[in-house]
């Protein structure tokens, strides 16, 4: 390895080993694992070429996928091979490690969900692309100036991205606007503008290297790189005009999670990707395949949410105007290649199109939309509407479109049945169908928690990261006071890590004795940070009042983006940081009470957060989390939940046990009920002394002196409105931490229920996912063989 790292930093960075930068040594490692991917990625294509099988197409709009190196040497078993080379070089391993900038191509679950699956379709062996585009900007940097969040443009870009092989010959023509002229029964679409989608893969590797699937990632470029007849006029600005235009589509990542943009660059970016995707698998069909209708059988092809799913309208424009098929026919055909996965049942994040901007951008899909409205009305009369009040739905075409629509947990899924989806789910009472999401058990325990891992194996073996249920080989071990010891001492390594990291970045000391609680996740009211932020206040001016009280010594650590425009979730960063101002310095809890918020929270991040938890917040209203994931890397990694009843939480509790989750607050019924009484939060509050005086604190301008009317905006809303029943929850919250604090206090007890959540957890990998999807929806095999197949 040595060798090949030397003949990548001269002949491909161009650099001796005297004046190679930590970059370049970072790069040369890189491309030499990338090399050792190669032979089993063309072995893995090779191998569902020969054998014609059916392959999975994940359309997602968002991989969330984090650093590489250590992911990619792992699951080619090459981390010691590595640190050793480096190490003989002279470099050290961890600090190349991270250098390497997060690839942040996503906003938050749903990103890191299709990365998640990407890792175990090919642990599992399962022939699969992912497809998405490669966005020149992804995620966008937070920072908090004076506590307030402050957006930066990413540039993960501005260097080489290492793993990935430019394919300048795999481009597509992608067409925008015009209009669609109809002779002989025929349509022909006469496009307005034309841009170029380029392939970029990525080999992704999975467990022990058996296997390697493709990501291809979508870049946008213009068809004439630049207009030569008005640059030769002196005209530069018209000269790279349309330049400009095309590179916009794959520039920027929208920032927006779970809130619909309604812009037509964003329409143009979905259109954009779904229409290269399909081409390019198209392609790869017909290229042994010579009926077209055959396509079912060879092509699955999953929408991760209704980002994609104008590929609907698009393949059955493909099929009919170029292949010639009846209308009906193609909508039928397309069907049975689509599935569509739901990941919200908040209104405002259905996307809905306005009939004139999809009608001017894709004129001949808008055509194909009513041909699909009127087959469904046809064959199912008044069936919920595609089109509806001047607007495209696109989850109702999304459903009516997929043989299977799934929800991402059981809770969730119940919900898809009655709520939004009520009225097709009686048309087609077998269409929906549940699939609880995962978590792949390589990044989020054997990689971020080397500590618990070794001891993990030394306990049940090494197969358990292909293999995660064997971690029920733990419970046993939980009434084991040796075994238990060093599992807290696994935690307390971790604790002790992210302490030294917070001191050195954010400048707070903490004990690594105290409970570690941390909520990270994109910040949102349903997430009901701000209900966490006054429960802390709460708990402090108890502290305050009564230090020597006996208190468990907590940390508060939170970590998440507010979408730029989403005012509200701006407040509550705000709100956190200036509460953490206050109590951080008040000397009467300095030993018992910190707050900590990180700015720019991302994958590694997480990486580091997770694995030094004791307490995982789960705490949005029940109802609102369709399932969450960082649940369960919490659970995963020995941290105990205090949590609502919604999303995953509910299938946590049952596989943990309920004497080893913190519950509390309204259930997701109830949550309804509660709603159809006006007044429900101020009759809350006013029966809350402890939260009166908490927003009373808040209002009075105690967290914010020079600007005391910072948050009466955010007070009065939680009196008047409280759509998220922060107030109806409060204090059952509240006597919950209570009953945190009071579990904490003995160790033993504690890391038993800890043990208890590592142990029972091994159903939520994201291999038990997969192999759902592969045997409800997609119809797919391991290409693996028959020991997988058994294991599976
Ligand atoms: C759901 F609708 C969306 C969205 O736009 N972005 C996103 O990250 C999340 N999600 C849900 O909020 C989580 O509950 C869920 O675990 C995750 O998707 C993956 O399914």
Redesign the pocket.
């Known amino acids: 390895m040595k060798d090949e790292i030397l003949a990548h930093l001269r002949y491909s960075l161009g650099k001796d080993a005297g004046h190679a930068s930590v970059y370049d040594w970072r790069m040369a490692l890189s491309l030499s694992l990338r090399d050792r991917m190669v032979d089993p990625w063309f072995r893995s294509t090779q191998a569902s070429y020969e054998k014609r099988v059916k392959r999975v197409y994940y359309l997602s709009m968002?991989f969330l996928i984090g650093r590489l190196v250590e992911d990619i040497a792992a699951n080619l078993g090459l981390v010691d091979e590595a640190r050793a080379a480096m190490a003989d070089l002279g470099q050290d391993y961890d600090l190349l490690v991270k250098d390497e900038p997060d690839a942040a191509l996503?906003?938050?679950?749903?990103?890191?969900?299709a990365a998640c699956f990407m890792d175990s379709l090919a642990t599992l062996g399962i022939p699969a692309m992912g497809y998405g585009i490669r966005y020149e900007h992804g995620l966008f940097e937070q920072d908090f100036v004076e506590g307030k969040q402050v957006e930066k443009a990413e540039t993960w870009l501005a260097q080489r991205h290492a793993w990935e092989f430019e394919r300048p010959e795999v481009s597509y023509q992608i067409n925008f606007g015009g209009h669609v002229q109809h002779q002989d029964g025929k349509a022909k679409w006469h496009p307005h503008e034309t841009v170029l989608a380029t392939a970029y893969d990525t080999p992704v590797i999975g467990w022990q290297g058996k296997w390697a699937n493709t990501l291809r990632l979508w870049s946008a470029r213009p068809q004439t790189e630049f207009d030569l007849a008005s640059f030769n006029r002196g005209d530069y600005l018209a000269a790279s005009r349309s330049e400009a235009l095309a590179r916009t589509i794959s520039r920027v990542l929208y920032p927006?999670?779970?809130t619909e943009t309604g812009k037509e660059l964003r329409l143009k970016q979905e259109y954009f990707f779904t229409a290269a995707s399909l081409q390019d698998l198209l392609r790869r069909f017909l290229s042994d395949h010579d009926n077209i209708r055959d396509l079912p059988e060879f092509a699955a092809i999953q929408l991760n949410?209704t980002h994609p799913a104008i590929a609907g309208p698009e393949l059955i424009r493909i099929l009919v105007d170029r292949h010639g098929l009846g209308m009906v026919e193609s909508i039928e055909l397309a069907r049975r290649c689509l599935g569509y996965?739901n990941?919200?049942l908040?209104p405002e994040?259905l996307e809905r199109w306005p009939e004139w901007l999809l009608g001017r951008v894709l004129p001949r899909h808008l055509e194909i939309i009513r041909a699909i409205e009127d087959s469904q009305q046809g064959q199912h009369p008044g069936s919920p509407r595609i089109l509806d009040h001047g607007n495209v739905n696109m989850g109702e075409l999304a459903f009516i479109m997929a043989h299977k629509v799934n929800g991402?947990?059981a809770l969730?899924t119940d919900l898809v049945k009655s709520t939004v989806f009520a009225d097709l789910h009686r048309i087609h009472p077998t269409r929906i169908v549940n699939q609880t999401?995962g978590i792949t058990p390589r990044r989020w325990l054997h990689g971020c928690n080397p500590a618990l891992s070794t001891l993990i194996t030394r306990e049940i073996g090494d197969a358990w990261p292909a293999d995660l249920d064997q971690l029920r080989g733990l419970r046993s071990l939980a009434g084991d006071k040796g075994f238990l010891t060093e599992f807290r001492a696994a935690k307390r390594t971790n604790k002790e890590r992210l302490s030294n990291w917070v001191s050195e970045h954010c400048g707070v000391a903490i004990d690594p004795d105290a409970m570690f609680d941390i909520q990270i996740k994109?910040i949102h009211e349903y997430k009901r940070q701000h209900m966490n932020i006054l429960e802390t206040i709460a708990l402090w001016n108890d502290m305050h009042a009564n230090p020597t009280a006996g208190w468990t010594p907590r940390v508060k650590i939170f970590g998440g983006k507010a979408a730029p425009g989403y005012h509200v979730a701006k407040e509550i960063i705000h709100l956190i940081n200036d509460v953490a101002r206050v109590i951080n310095t008040d000397p009467v809890t300095r030993d018992l009470l910190k707050i900590v918020y990180p700015p720019n929270y991302n994958v590694t991040m997480a990486e580091m957060l997770i694995p030094a938890a004791d307490l995982s917040e789960q705490i949005s209203t029940a109802g609102k989390?369709?399932?969450?994931?960082g649940n369960m890397k919490f659970a995963l990694n020995g941290a105990l939940t205090i949590g609502t009843l919604d999303?995953?939480n509910v299938e946590i509790r049952e596989h943990v046990g309920a004497e080893n989750f913190f519950l509390f607050g309204l259930t997701a019924e109830e949550v309804v009920e509660r709603r159809k009484h006006p007044g429900y939060a101020r009759a809350a509050i006013e029966q809350s002394p402890r939260l009166q005086k908490v927003l009373a604190q808040i209002a009075e301008g105690r967290f914010a002196p020079q600007d005391p009317g910072r948050y009466h905006g955010l007070v009065g809303n939680l009196w008047d409105h409280d759509h998220f029943l922060v107030s109806c929850d409060f204090d059952s919250y509240f006597d919950t931490q209570r009953r945190a604090d009071e579990a904490f206090k003995n160790p033993a007890t504690w890391s038993a229920m800890a043990l208890h959540n590592t142990a029972n957890v091994g159903w939520f990998s994201s291999d038990r996912t997969v192999q759902g999807y592969a045997r409800d929806i997609w119809h797919v095999r391991s290409a693996l063989g028959a020991t997988l197949e058994q294991s599976a």
Do not use: W
């Open positions: 968002e996503g906003n938050g679950g749903l990103g890191r969900l927006d999670d779970t949410d996965t990941h919200t908040l994040a991402v947990s969730h999401n994109r989390e369709a399932s969450g994931t999303g995953a």
